[in-house]
T-cell receptor
């Protein structure tokens, strides 16, 4: 148990729809990062949020957006879903200056 | 960007066997770490190992930063060790860059 929770655990959507994934960070952590993990690959960085602002972004289009709330929890929103968005979405939380990130159990998204 | 390679890509062991997993990186990296992803997808931190050697029970890791590689040793493997092992490095404090992983299957 890392103390990081994600919801929902599984989700099925159709192409063109929008989806919102949620993450609650570990107590005392002020930074949340989101990753996409396609089947058989390592996690790929989407973006990071710190103090409710985006603090770095990977190679993902603008239809991937996020929010961080005052309690440091976070949302990942994906618009205009594509079949290729099917993946495991992981969030990770950390504290400023901490050497590592702690991962939640992930949300499995299937786009049909 | 920095490239990360892991070998072998797949490994099948009988319970009780030992194994060595390798991670090579193309340039100097910060905060090298090893993670285990269990079959349900949960990523667990194993070692923060920018250099030197650390041990935790049946697992140990060694990083030789000057030669740009890290090794993860698993001794007396158990079926619960199955999953994917990733090495990753810290990209300027923003995110981890993960290698492609080694998929380990430990058979009873």
């Amino acid at each position: 148990e890392t103390g990081v929770t994600q919801s929902p655990t599984h989700l099925i959507k159709t192409r063109g729809q929008q989806v919102t994934l949620r993450c609650s960070s570990q107590s005392g952590h002020n930074t949340v990062s989101w990753y996409q993990q396609a089947l058989g690959q390592g996690p790929q960085f989407i973006f990071q949020y710190y103090r409710e602002e985006e603090n770095g972004r990977g190679n993902f289009p603008p239809r991937f957006s996020g929010l961080q709330f005052p309690n440091y929890s976070s949302e990942l929103n994906v618009n205009a879903l594509l079949l290729g968005d099917s993946a495991l979405y992981l969030c990770a939380s950390s504290r400023t200056g901490q050497e590592t990130q702690y991962f939640g159990p992930g949300t499995r998204l299937l786009v049909l | 960007g920095i490239q990360v390679e892991q070998s072998p890509p797949d490994l099948i062991l009988q319970e009780g066997a030992n194994s060595t997993l390798r991670c090579n990186f193309s340039d100097s990296v910060n905060n090298l770490q090893w993670f285990h992803q269990n079959p349900w997808g949960q990523l667990i931190n194993l070692f923060y190992i920018p250099s030197g050697t650390k041990q935790n029970g049946r697992l140990s890791a060694t990083t030789v930063a000057t030669e740009r590689y890290s090794l993860l040793y698993i001794s007396s493997s158990q079926t619960t060790d199955s999953g994917v092992y990733f090495c990753a490095f810290d990209n300027y404090g923003q995110n981890f860059v993960f290698g492609p992983g080694t998929r380990l299957s430990v058979l009873p």
